[in-house]
Structures are given as C-alpha cells and as structure tokens.
C-alpha cells in the first residue's frame, strides 16, 4: 500500500481549497492501491487555511527544535505541524505502507524543495516535517515530481 497527499488524489484540502490533481495519483486511489493522507489536516488544521512556511530551516530542522513553521501573520503552528506528521506516520505503519507520494514544496510534505520562509515564493533545497519524520523512520517519500520510475518498478 502506498499513502499518497490527498490533494493529489484531487481532494479540495491545500491550503487556499484548491486540488493538484494527478490523474495517474488518483487512480492509484480509485483501485484501491493508495489510501489518502493530509498532514495538515490530521494536525488540526482546516481548508482553507492561511499559508504557512518553515522559518529557520527546514522540516529536519524543525524536528530538532531548531527552525519554527509559520503563518504568513507569524502565529507559530510548528506543533500542529509536527502532530500532523506523526499522525501520517502512524496512518503509514497502519496500513504498511514503506513508499508515500507527497506534494512538493508543501512545509509538510516538500522531499525535495520547499519555500524559504519570507513568503515571497522563493524556494529552496529541503524537506517538509511530515518527510523528515517519514524518513527518519525509513519511509521512502517521493513527490508528483519524481514517483512514476518508481511506479514502473512495481
């Protein structure tokens, strides 16, 4: 089984209410091979919600206390955000998934590259919490951007 970003699937859960859609994604959900996750919102978060970016780093640095995850108003959510990715943790070991499709760029869910704090739309090389914590745990996370070598290997 593999956990996949609900937005992917073409759930209305981004932040601003939107999708991004992944046909090839949501299929993998239609039969039955993928089960959906949001971080942000098994953190307590609702759609839509304000943006938010890692400040200080990125999601491994805000696993080791050292960098903070903030709204755009700069109300601190660092806690929901690592409660999000410990509940997409526990929803992985629960139906044995070892591979998780996640939205890159997302504070959570980047594997990759995330945005740099400033809001200003400037990016960055890191990872999101939700793939730090996933990782550490040997969970391999791939984005929309990179998982279809892996899906010809299965």
């Known amino acids: 089984m ?14 601003n209410g939107t999708d991004s859609l992944d046909e090839k994604i949501q299929q993998l959900v239609n039969e039955n091979e993928a089960v959906t996750v949001c971080p942000e919102l098994m953190g307590g978060f ?14 491994e640095d805000v696993l ?10 700069g ?11 410990y509940a997409t943790l526990q929803k992985a070991i629960e139906v044995g998934a070892s591979t ?3 939205k890159e760029f997302s504070p959570s869910c980047g594997s990759a590259v995330i945005y740099n704090g400033d809001f200003s739309g400037t990016k960055l090389v890191g990872v999101g919490v ?3 914590l996933l990782r550490r745990n040997n969970i391999t996370v791939l984005s929309e951007e990179n998982y ?4 010809k290997k299965q």
Not at 2 to 15: E, H, M
Not at 46 to 59: F, Q
């Open 75 to 85: 109300r601190d959510v660092t806690e929901l955000y690592v409660k999000g990715a």
């Open 148 to 151: 279809t070598d892996f899906l």
């Open 64 to 73: 080791n206390g050292k960098a903070f995850v903030l709204e755009k108003s």
């Open 2 to 15: 593999i956990l996949i970003s609900a937005c992917l699937a073409g759930l209305k859960v981004r932040y």
């Open 46 to 59: 609702s759609t839509p919600r304000e943006p938010a970016e890692i400040v200080g780093g990125d999601g």
């Open 130 to 132: 939700t793939t730090a």
């Open 100 to 102: 998780v499709i996640l």
